[in-house]
């Protein structure tokens, strides 16, 4: 039986949101570090594995989060995370990419958002 569509509205305006505190956290938090998942380095390629702090702090998949993220760090910060990433690139690209369509392990997805919190950075 379907339902009548006022149920429906009536259903969806019934659930809670999310509180504003919640919508404006701070990616510093430790609410933004429960973002990324803790990460397997055994599951990381074992000559990228030193970057898996990196991956693990920058690794954000929410886009707002990460790009709060690069925009409070440090001109030093920046300079370390692209420093450690920036000559293995094309290197975490091709462990990506081997990945073809469909899911991706966890740690490789952080790997994935870490590159793009470099490109979003100034």
């Known amino acids: ?57 920058w690794g954000i998949g929410d886009d707002v989060a990460r790009s709060a993220r690069v925009r409070k760090a440090t001109d030093a910060e920046r300079s370390e995370l692209r420093a450690a990433f920036g000559p293995r690139q094309a290197r975490i690209t091709a462990w990506l990419d081997s990945f073809g369509p469909g899911a991706m392990p966890e740690e490789a997805a952080a790997f994935m958002y870490t590159q793009l919190a470099i490109e979003e950075m100034p």
């Open 1 to 57: 039986m379907k339902r009548p569509l006022t149920g429906m509205i009536l259903a969806l305006t019934s659930l809670p949101a999310c509180s504003e505190r919640e919508a404006t956290r701070d990616p510093g938090s430790s609410h933004a570090a429960e973002a990324v998942p803790r990460l397997d380095s055994a599951k990381v390629p074992a000559d990228l594995r030193d970057l898996v702090p990196y991956a693990q702090r």
